[in-house]
């Protein structure tokens, strides 16, 4: 499906963290956290309600607000897309200039800087090769690369008249990253539980970090060729496959396909996990 308003599904209520299975948000609070399945920030608009605790928000904090502000960020800012705290929104973006022999970091205007964005390219989730995992850090020599707005370029010559040349900071964290989108495809294929068969969640000690949990590499990763450019905002789809392990549900996603991303692609579930993945069996709460 991809994601627009008209077709918005509302989910019924979890009433259990998705991730570890806690029935209260905290010590002090009942009600369970409402999951945004894609960041709101990201314009996802899904959302499974009662269905996470503080302890679990809090660990994916550590990525989703990397890849939310940094990754992600002066794309948000450029577009206008949404923010909890727009007050806190940047009003300016940090540019590298080559004033005489020496490069320099100034602080742009928000309007006047050129908007890139750089996304990991990963190989296929290994588990899909059906052997044992082979390495442990996910790991990316290949980015797509897009500008997206180009700056202006006379007020910047205007103000830093004697610049030669400049460069960008790029803030992508592979393993940030790949958290990311193993967060998303787990939430929506919990969303979208009670229509899948041999439903066996495996992401959730990866997504928490949990000691002796799967690396990264053999459930997240992607695929190497690009598709073309499509209108929508979110692309995010459920697809059903068998391998040596059974039934196996993997979630392709795609965030901002109009500028040619790529696919990243989660294995969410395994109907009979294999040794690598059974510490889940027995740590996690589904
Ligand atoms: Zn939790």
Redesign the pocket.
């Known amino acids: 499906m991809s994601e627009k308003p008209a077709d918005n599904p509302v989910y019924p209520p979890v009433g259990r963290?998705?991730?570890?299975?806690?029935t209260r948000y905290s010590p002090t609070r009942l009600k369970?956290g409402d999951e945004h399945i894609i960041p709101e920030a990201l314009d996802g608009k899904l959302v499974l309600p009662e269905a996470?605790?503080?302890?679990?928000?809090r660990?994916i904090n550590w990525f989703e607000h990397y890849c939310l502000t940094k990754t992600f960020g002066p794309m948000r800012y450029a577009l206008g897309m949404r923010s909890k705290r727009p007050q806190n929104r940047p009003k300016t973006l940090p540019l590298e200039l080559l004033i005489g022999e020496n490069w320099v970091t100034k602080e742009v205007p928000i309007d006047w800087a050129p908007v890139m964005i750089f996304m990991p390219v990963f190989d296929p989730p290994e588990i899909l090769a059906g052997g044992p995992p082979t390495r442990q850090n996910i790991y990316t020599a290949k980015f797509l690369h897009r500008e997206l707005a180009p700056g202006d370029e006379f007020k910047l010559g205007e103000i830093f008249a004697a610049t030669k040349g400049r460069s960008y900071k790029v803030s992508v964290d592979g393993i940030r990253f790949a958290l990311q989108v193993a967060k998303i495809a787990h939430g929506y294929a919990f969303a979208e539980r009670s229509g899948l068969e041999c439903f066996n969640p495996v992401l959730t000690d990866t997504i928490?970090r949990r000691p002796g949990a799967t690396p990264l590499p053999y459930l997240i990763g992607g695929l190497q060729e690009i598709g073309p450019p499509s209108p929508e905002n979110i692309e995010i789809t459920l697809r059903r496959g068998i391998t040596k392990f059974g039934v196996t549900w993997l979630v392709d996603i795609r965030l901002f396909p109009w500028i040619g991303a790529p696919t990243y692609r989660v294995v969410v579930s395994v109907e009979n996990p294999p040794p690598a993945l059974q510490l889940l069996a027995k740590g996690s709460a589904y």
Do not use: M, N, Q
């Open positions: 963290c998705i991730y570890c299975g806690a369970l996470s605790c503080f302890e679990c928000e660990s928490l």
